[in-house]
């Protein structure tokens, strides 16, 4: 019966330890230790989420979402805009912009469409340990279309930079699902840069936004300072090991699937999961904008903290009513506006 007794002791104890550990980890904590971003390096960041927005508007003269700062885009600068019907399912929707005052040539892609049969089979198209590639690991779909969107686009975007006299930026960016594939495109480019009438890799920049884990541990690290990931406080995605295809499976329980994911990280030490070389992780420098303080309410002004992590990349699930709303485009632009000013 005593024997019983303490079991039961030992059960509850553990419990109320997870419990507790759990509901006071917040999406801070992942960033503690890190360095501030300076201005000069987080000065793109929300320019280029206006220009992923720009992506899923229907009318760029009369925009659905009005930009938060100063920054308004050109219209008469936009290249090409490619849609669903003309991607054919084998990439999100994408736009090429030319950016003659700052010198930058910019290709968006936008994030996942939930009524896109095609957003489907890019998240399916994957298996852990899948596809290797430059010594890694990387999400089979995305890299698949990647290399579609560099196929269909190579020509237009050396045009461009040759007319540019050579001197332009190259900025591939995108949202959610869309930064997989950006993230993976400039792994593609950066290697084969001939593709790109020779641009150096000094030239080339990426801007994940929200960004899906899309690449193992060592090439994370490897393209850190070409990929920089963009992250809002609490968002799931960047921080769920879950492969993308079991997300899209859950996504109308997604709090079942944070719940189970939460669970299962707080008992698999960190060690083990660095250990296994086909897990993948949001890629690049990591950018974390953090705005909410534990047992503080409300939002604070934003901060943006900035590491390339090897241990500690958002690793733990944030039990949070955010999780979900920190991955909106909208969001993101807003507070990353907020931060520069700041």
Known sequence: ????????????????????????????????????????????????????????????RNPQFPPSGGYRLNPDWVVKRVTYEQTLGNAPPYLIYCDRDRREIVLAIRGLNLSKESDYKLLLDNRLGMQMFDGGFVHHGLLNSAIWILNEESDTLSRLWKETDCDYDMIFTGHSLGSGVAALLTVIVVNHRDRLAGIPRSKIRCYAVAPARCMSLNLAVKYADVIYSIVLQDDFLPRTATPLEDIFKSIFCLPCLLFLVCLRDTFIPEGRKLQDPRRLYAPGRMYHIVERKFCRCGRFPPEVRTAIPVEGRFEHIVLSCNATSDHGIVWIEREAEKALQV
């Open 1 to 60: 019966m005593s024997f019983s007794c303490g079991l039961e002791c030992v059960l509850l104890l553990g419990c109320t330890r997870w419990a507790w550990k759990r509901c006071t980890y917040v999406g801070s904590d992942d960033s503690a230790t890190w360095t501030l971003a300076t201005p000069e390096e987080f000065e793109r960041v929300p320019r280029i989420c206006r220009l992923i927005l720009a992506v899923y508007e229907p009318d760029l």
